[in-house]
């Protein structure tokens, strides 16, 4: 064992993991991988996906089942690879055969790409580390080997040498393959040298008998002349073979749940889930599950990854619509985009005018993990995604002040709810409306329902903000559901939305369709408020009423803005708000 060759490290990270307890074998994914040993057009395998994905764990199983001087036998024997996956008796077979065959054949080198670059500052200077760490694992491992005596400068050289005195063949392990480009160190030149440099390890090399590289951002050959196209690679948008072994499906997260006996499988679910597959399958983050089975709460374990700034930062890019796409994603909606493969010869090759396309921009961030993509849509996977998301929006230092602005008041908002404040209620939407309705915008309900959405924005907090009734027959505009730890005491909202009509004929539509059923039976405890909000075209104003109810519906109070009391009183006689509401298109609801 040793620094490069077998590596020790990656030896007692798996023996680990595997006494972990809430364990996943993985490992099915070897006989997967031992189908491809030494097939010259199939061993070169690049598998990218977002950080905290398991990707470094894979690594280390690899390299502790194949390497010559690591005894896995124990450990393996009981794993799912030792048993094979095929459902075909003969494929089985031969598949436990393999897995004998295999375990424990070849040297293998482990090179963490990402380890200690800092630290150096050329390029040539961290190669020529991982060369000096290799000729000390040769010493150990063939103290009498001529290739000590005549070591290269180049550890491609001293790599073939040792496989001509040997005969024997290497498996290659590469881990954070992407880091040097997409964290940009050394220079452009070094960066390009370093491509150049995996192509020259990798490509073609008689002394690799399989070639395994993990990271975050795809190859992406959009070119066949690309310098690094003997791979065949899997990623976030394109994996329709190995999807399983990273992250956690759906049965693996219920049989840990029921190891830990504390968190449900509908705890995990709403947080760490939402990841799909090319199938629609649902994939959870392995960190987050892991974190809080270990812990027992419920919380944001992502952004511990140090992925704030990052987000952040991808948000800023100014182009044209994605803020507001942003917002519709955090309020649960699809966006239908076609997106390819974002990857590090993107980064090498297209300008910073190119890079800021909406398409390359959307295919970045489901490489990174913030989006997930399915059947032609973006969504944000789950609440601890969503909770990063408006945390970069509520983020007044960047450049979404125009979004901070917009959203500040959604505090007072909720606040002056709670307490009935119709008047303040009413200040708020207008100047809301001014700032996220254009003159000449076409006002329908789906406008209207943005301009509550800014205003209640930081209501996620507290809510779970749904528009399906808790019985499930029916759409309010929206509902406000205290979470979980808030359903015995806190306020149940309603809220229901009109363009020149009344506050009251909102109201008595929530009554008619009764979006408030079952919600005791729900487990909410809290008081219920009804809120009707009206538009008036004519007078530019809103008008909105308030009606309070216990949790079995007897009523407490009644509150209603003067524009109400007014608007409610005018006689129609002249016919002008008939007319107007006959000019609104409202979408049907269910």
Same mark, same amino acid.
């Given at each position: 064992?040793?620094?490069?060759?077998?590596?020790?490290?990656?030896?007692?990270?798996?023996?680990? &993991?595997?006494?972990?307890?809430?364990?996943?074998?993985?490992?099915?994914? !070897?006989?997967?991988?031992?189908?491809?040993?030494?097939?010259?057009?199939?061993?070169?395998?690049?598998?990218?996906?977002?950080?905290?994905? =398991?990707?470094?764990?894979?690594?280390?199983?690899?390299?502790?089942?194949?390497?010559?001087?690591?005894?896995?036998?124990?450990?393996?024997?009981?794993?799912?690879?030792?048993?094979?996956?095929?459902?075909?008796?003969?494929?089985?077979?031969?598949?436990?055969?393999?897995?004998?065959?295999?375990?424990?054949?070849?040297?293998? !080198?482990?090179?963490?790409?990402?380890?200690?670059?800092?630290?150096?500052?050329?390029?040539?200077?961290?190669?020529?580390?991982?060369?000096?760490?290799?000729?000390?694992?040769? +010493?150990?491992?063939?103290?009498? #080997?001529?290739?000590?005596?005549?070591?290269?400068?180049?550890?491609?050289? %001293?790599?073939?040498?040792?496989?001509?005195?040997?005969?024997?063949?290497?498996?290659?392990?590469?881990?954070?393959?992407?880091?040097?480009?997409?964290?940009?160190?050394?220079?452009?030149?070094?960066?390009?040298?370093?491509?150049?440099?995996?192509?020259?390890?990798?490509?073609?090399?008689?002394? /690799?008998?399989?070639?395994?590289?993990?990271?975050?951002?795809?190859?992406?050959?959009?070119?066949?002349?690309?310098?690094?196209?003997?791979?065949?690679?899997?990623? @976030?948008?394109?994996?329709?073979?190995?999807?399983?072994?990273? =992250?956690?499906?759906?049965?693996?997260?219920?049989?840990?749940?029921?190891?830990?006996?504390?968190?449900?499988?509908?705890?995990?679910?709403?947080?760490?889930?939402?990841?799909?597959?090319?199938?629609?399958?649902?994939?959870? %983050?392995?960190?987050?599950?892991? $974190?809080?089975?270990?812990?027992?709460?419920?919380?944001?374990?992502?952004?511990?990854?140090?992925?704030?700034?990052?987000?952040?930062?991808?948000?800023?890019?100014?182009?044209?619509?994605?803020?507001?796409?942003?917002?519709?994603?955090?309020?649960?909606?699809?966006?239908?985009?076609?997106?390819?493969?974002?990857?590090?010869?993107?980064?090498?090759?297209?300008?910073?005018?190119?890079? $800021?396309?909406?398409?390359?921009?959307?295919?970045?961030?489901?490489?990174? =993990?913030?989006?997930?993509?399915?059947?032609?849509?973006?969504?944000?996977?789950?609440?601890?995604?969503?909770?990063?998301?408006?945390?970069?929006?509520?983020?007044?230092?960047?450049? @979404?002040?125009?979004?901070?602005?917009?959203?500040?008041?959604?505090?007072?908002?909720?606040?002056?709810?709670?307490?009935? %404040?119709?008047?303040?209620?009413?200040?708020?939407?207008?100047? #809301?409306?001014?700032?996220?309705?254009?003159?000449?915008?076409?006002?329908?309900?789906?406008?209207?329902?943005?301009?509550?959405?800014?205003?209640?924005?930081?209501?996620?907090?507290?809510?779970?903000?749904?528009?399906? #009734?808790?019985?499930?027959?029916?759409?309010?505009?929206? &509902?406000?559901?205290?979470?979980?730890? %808030?359903?015995?005491?806190?306020?149940?909202?309603?809220?229901? /939305?009109?363009?020149? #009509?009344?506050?009251?004929?909102?109201? *008595?539509?929530?009554?008619?369709?009764?979006?408030?059923?079952?919600?005791?039976?729900?487990?909410?405890?809290?008081?219920?408020?009804?809120?009707?909000? *009206?538009?008036?075209?004519?007078?530019?104003?809103?008008?909105?009423?308030?009606?309070?109810?216990?949790?079995?519906?007897?009523?407490?109070?009644?509150?209603?803005?003067?524009?109400?009391? +007014?608007?409610?009183?005018?006689?129609?006689?002249?016919?002008?708000?008939?007319?107007?509401?006959?000019?609104?298109?409202?979408?049907?609801?269910?």
């Amino acid at each position: 064992m040793g620094l490069v060759i077998d590596n020790i490290d990656m030896r007692e990270k798996f023996k680990g &993991i595997f006494r972990q307890k809430y364990f996943v074998d993985k490992s099915n994914i !070897i006989n997967d991988f031992n189908k491809l040993i030494e097939d010259e057009s199939s061993k070169y395998v690049c598998i990218t996906k977002p950080r905290r994905f =398991g990707k470094t764990s894979i690594a280390a199983m690899l390299v502790m089942y194949y390497s010559k001087s690591i005894d896995s036998k124990e450990i393996f024997d009981k794993l799912k690879v030792s048993k094979g996956k095929s459902s075909d008796i003969i494929e089985k077979e031969n598949e436990i055969k393999q897995y004998k065959e295999y375990q424990g054949k070849y040297h293998t !080198i482990y090179l963490d790409l990402s380890k200690n670059v800092f630290s150096f500052e050329t390029l040539d200077a961290f190669i020529s580390s991982i060369n000096n760490k290799l000729k000390i694992d040769i +010493k150990k491992l063939y103290p009498n #080997s001529e290739v000590l005596n005549e070591y290269d400068d180049d550890i491609v050289v %001293n790599f073939q040498n040792l496989y001509l005195e040997t005969e024997k063949k290497f498996i290659l392990v590469i881990d954070e393959w992407d880091y040097i480009i997409t964290n940009k160190e050394f220079s452009d030149k070094e960066r390009n040298n370093y491509i150049n440099f995996l192509k020259y390890l990798i490509k073609d090399n008689s002394f /690799l008998a399989f070639a395994y590289m993990t990271g975050i951002t795809p190859i992406v050959k959009k070119l066949s002349q690309s310098t690094l196209n003997c791979f065949r690679e899997y990623t @976030m948008l394109n994996d329709k073979k190995y999807f399983e072994y990273f =992250g956690f499906t759906e049965e693996e997260v219920n049989k840990l749940c029921s190891k830990n006996k504390k968190l449900t499988f509908k705890d995990l679910e709403s947080w760490y889930n939402g990841y799909k597959s090319y199938d629609g399958k649902k994939i959870f %983050n392995t960190w987050s599950v892991i $974190h809080a089975l270990n812990s027992n709460i419920i919380e944001n374990y992502w952004s511990q990854s140090g992925s704030f700034n990052e987000l952040k930062r991808m948000i800023n890019y100014d182009i044209v619509g994605v803020k507001e796409d942003i917002l519709e994603l955090i309020n649960g909606n699809e966006i239908e985009i076609q997106l390819e493969n974002y990857g590090v010869e993107d980064i090498r090759k297209v300008s910073e005018e190119e890079e $800021h396309v909406k398409e390359i921009f959307y295919s970045k961030m489901v490489t990174f =993990g913030y989006l997930t993509y399915y059947d032609g849509k973006i969504s944000i996977p789950n609440e601890e995604l969503k909770e990063e998301f408006i945390k970069a929006l509520n983020d007044k230092k960047s450049d @979404m002040q125009y979004f901070y602005d917009m959203i500040k008041n959604s505090d007072e908002m909720l606040e002056v709810t709670l307490h009935k %404040n119709v008047k303040r209620m009413c200040e708020i939407l207008d100047k #809301s409306h001014m700032e996220k309705i254009s003159p000449g915008d076409r006002l329908d309900h789906g406008n209207l329902k943005r301009v509550i959405d800014y205003s209640y924005f930081n209501a996620r907090a507290k809510y779970d903000i749904k528009e399906e #009734s808790p019985d499930g027959h029916g759409r309010a505009d929206v &509902i406000f559901l205290p979470k979980e730890k %808030n359903k015995v005491n806190e306020e149940i909202i309603i809220i229901e /939305l009109k363009v020149n #009509s009344t506050a009251k004929k909102a109201i *008595n539509q929530i009554h008619q369709k009764k979006y408030y059923n079952n919600l005791k039976e729900k487990g909410y405890n809290g008081n219920v408020l009804l809120i009707g909000i *009206n538009y008036d075209q004519k007078e530019g104003k809103y008008s909105c009423m308030i009606e309070e109810y216990d949790i079995n519906m007897k009523k407490l109070s009644t509150s209603e803005s003067e524009a109400e009391r +007014k608007r409610r009183n005018e006689p129609e006689s002249d016919g002008i708000y008939k007319r107007l509401r006959s000019s609104v298109v409202n979408p049907k609801k269910n």
